[in-house]
Each structure stands twice: as structure tokens, then as C-alpha cells.
């Protein structure tokens, strides 16, 4: 009894919390004004990706943990969570992966960003993204297309069946096809990126170093300094998203590459929650890393309005903002 009531303790606490921190998260970009860059349309987009994964997913998968894997509500219901549950996680690595591209462009080509980087191109970006992850999530489950004999899996669940696991089935081509199509594909694309940004960023510090008189140097490095901070929280954000899913959908290839099911085990829930924990974890990064968002967090916090005071010329960022 203690071990059950400590486990839902902690389900429940980790529901609240992705749910809380992100709604906190969409809460400080819209009332915020130093949080007005069109960079933070993509973070908005992922915070809603966590925040719907909290409303939506965590809870039935908490019940189907508390309950050892049983599932009652039927096969169509069933198929339905697992294709919500696809849906987020593939939204969440193709909104880093845009996150990833638009701090590219930052950083690589500072003067074009502005006419590269629009608040319309990034709205159609978010569009695609999302279109994406629907068709990614829902069409292989519903039409059979992960599943050994091709058929559509759990149709003839009933509402009520207590003997039934709500597991998601696959074939091997499906697995490969999946995971490396929108997990390890475009981590490594990421990783390349983050890689290319980082070194980029060290050379136009340097030359700024050399060629800026010390006395200029804080005028004219402030917006490389923001785009190098930004770009910063935003590879946090990418870091701790590896670490959690990385273990996860290692073990859904090493399983389905065997032609098994993952089946509910011990094993299976860690990796599980811990991929879910990545969830709560991004509003944590954001202020840990970001100055503007640990001051928008601290007056959200403190039932003060954030300050929509005009900021300086000289402190705006040279690109549109996302707020329309």
C-alpha cells in the first residue's frame, strides 16, 4: 500500500507539473514583451506539444501503470491514445528540429535572418510540423500499416475487457522506418547544426574581440551575445531531450528489430516516464538558462503582470516578433 500510494504520489506530482510549467511557459511569451522574438514561436509550439501530452496522454498511461498494464476502454480507444501519444513526441523533435534551423540562420547569417526568418514562414512551418505528426501518428496505426499481418490492431476490444494490454504493435520495417525517419535522422541533422552553430559563434567572438575597440564592444556585441544566449538554452532544451527519449526508442528498435512487442515490465515503464519527464523538465530549462524567462516566470509567479515597458533600441531584436 505505501509503494502504491507513493506511486501515484509521484504520477500525479509529474502530471501537475507538465501541465503547470507549460501552460506557465505559453503564460510568459505571450504577456511578456522582452519575450517577443519570433525564435520563441517555435518554444510556444513546444510548450503546447508538452502541455497537450500532460492533458492528454499522461493520465491514461498513469492509470494503465497504476492498474499493471491492464486496459478496459475498448481497442478503438486504445488505438487512439497511441496515436495521440506518436503524434507529440514526433511534433516534439520536428519543432527541435525547426528550432535548430532558425538558430542556424541566427547565428550563420545574422544580416538575412530578418528576411529569411518570417512570422509567416514560421506559422507555415508550425503548420507542416503539426500536419506532419498527425499523418506520421494516426495513418500507420489506423490503417495497419505497423503491424505483422498489415490488419489494424485491437479492433475487436470490447468496452470492459480487463484482461487486454493496450501495447503498440509493429513489423520491422515499420520500426526502422519510424524511429530513424523522425528520431535518429533528425538528431543527427540537429546535432551537425548545433555543432556548426557553436563553432561559428566562437569565430565571430573572436573577431569581434579583435576588431572592436574595448570601449564599443557592449553596444555592438549585444545582439550577437542574445543570439549566442538564446542558442544556448535552446541546446539545453535539445540536450535534455536526448538524454530522456534517447533510451526509450533505443529500446523500441532493439524490440521491434526482434519481432516483440514491448510488453508492460519494469524496464519499459523507466524508460517510458523518463522519456515523459522531458516533458516537465523544458519549462525548468527555459529560466535556468535565459535570463528574460526567469523574470517573466518571477512576476507570473509574483500575481504581477510582466512588464510590457518599450525597451531601448539598442537592447531589440533585430528580427520581427511572433506577436500578432
Not at 4 to 19: D, E, F, G, M, V
Request: glycine residues 4%.
Amino acid at each position: 500500500m505505501i509503494a502504491t500510494a507513493l506511486l501515484w504520489l509521484a504520477l500525479i506530482s509529474h502530471i501537475i507539473i507538465t501541465i503547470g510549467g507549460n501552460v506557465l511557459v505559453c503564460l510568459a511569451v505571450g504577456l511578456s514583451r522582452r519575450l517577443w522574438r519570433i525564435s520563441n514561436c517555435f518554444v510556444v509550439s513546444l510548450a503546447i506539444t508538452d502541455l497537450l501530452l500532460g492533458l492528454l496522454v499522461l493520465p491514461m498511461s498513469a492509470s494503465v501503470e497504476l492498474r499493471r498494464g491492464q486496459w478496459s476502454l475498448g481497442g478503438v480507444l486504445c488505438n487512439l491514445y497511441i496515436s495521440v501519444d506518436v503524434m507529440l513526441c514526433t511534433s516534439s523533435i520536428l519543432t527541435l528540429m525547426a528550432i535548430s534551423v532558425d538558430r542556424y540562420l541566427a547565428i550563420t547569417a545574422p544580416l538575412s535572418y530578418s528576411r529569411r526568418v518570417t512570422t509567416v514562414r514560421v506559422i507555415v512551418a508550425t503548420v507542416a510540423i503539426w500536419t506532419c505528426s498527425l499523418a506520421v501518428a494516426f495513418l500507420p496505426i489506423h490503417m495497419g500499416w505497423n503491424t505483422a499481418d498489415y490488419s489494424v490492431q485491437h479492433l475487436d476490444w470490447v468496452i470492459g475487457d480487463e484482461d487486454r494490454h493496450c501495447l503498440y504493435e509493429w513489423n520491422n520495417s515499420y520500426v526502422i522506418g519510424y524511429a530513424c525517419g523522425t528520431f535518429y535522422l533528425p538528431l543527427l541533422l540537429m546535432t551537425g547544426m548545433y555543432l556548426c552553430i557553436f563553432r561559428v559563434a566562437r569565430e565571430q567572438a573572436r573577431r569581434i574581440r579583435a576588431a572592436t575597440p574595448s570601449f564599443a564592444r557592449t553596444a555592438s556585441t549585444a545582439a550577437i551575445s542574445r543570439e549566442h544566449k538564446a542558442t544556448v538554452t535552446l541546446a539545453a532544451v535539445l540536450g535534455a531531450f536526448v538524454i530522456c527519449w534517447f533510451p526509450y526508442f533505443t529500446y523500441f528498435t532493439f524490440m521491434g528489430m526482434k519481432g516483440r512487442a514491448i510488453l508492460p515490465n519494469t524496464y519499459h515503464s523507466i524508460v517510458l516516464w523518463l522519456g515523459y519527464f522531458n516533458s516537465a523538465l523544458n519549462p525548468i530549462l527555459y529560466p535556468a538558462f535565459n535570463k528574460d524567462f526567469h523574470s517573466a516566470y518571477r512576476e507570473l509567479l509574483h500575481c504581477r503582470r510582466p512588464s510590457r515597458k518599450k525597451v531601448h533600441l539598442s537592447n531589440m531584436p533585430v528580427h520581427k516578433s511572433c506577436h500578432t
